[in-house]
């Protein structure tokens, strides 16, 4: 759990366990991990909109990864973060790999604007 999208260690290894188990570790760690620099109170607070992110590594079928989200979006709701926006898919793979990231940004009124503000990038399609 945790390794990195180039092969680094992770977290922590463990036996196979439920995707809903996974999520909880994951969005646990998250959520009491992150504290800001200067305070030692939780980024992430009852009542904060969020982005959520769950993004596959190239071998999770879509499918699972909106499995994956229903469930992260119920228990961040039910800890009182509102989820603002949701990006499902896969935003950085690497070769096949299976598994998923989960990504959670709080948002503001300024980064609501930047995130559904127009953006264009150049992209070879062969």
Not at 42 to 66: R, W
Request: hydrophobic share 40%; net charge negative; proline share 5%.
């Amino acid at each position: 759990m945790g390794v990195g999208i180039h092969g680094e260690p992770g977290r922590a290894r463990e036996k196979l366990t439920s995707a809903n188990e996974i999520v909880d570790r994951m969005l646990d760690a998250i959520l009491t991990d992150a504290k800001p620099i200067s305070e030692t109170a939780p980024i992430f607070n009852n009542g904060d909109e969020v982005a959520l992110m769950i993004n596959g590594l190239g071998g999770t079928p879509i499918s699972e990864l909106y499995l994956l989200y229903g469930y992260a979006h119920e228990q961040l709701e039910a800890k009182g973060i509102k989820v603002w926006r949701s990006y499902v898919g896969e935003y950085c793979t690497s070769l096949e790999m299976a598994g998923m990231s989960i990504t959670l940004c709080k948002v503001d009124d300024e980064l609501k604007d930047l995130l559904l503000a127009p953006a264009e990038i150049p992209i070879r399609v062969f």
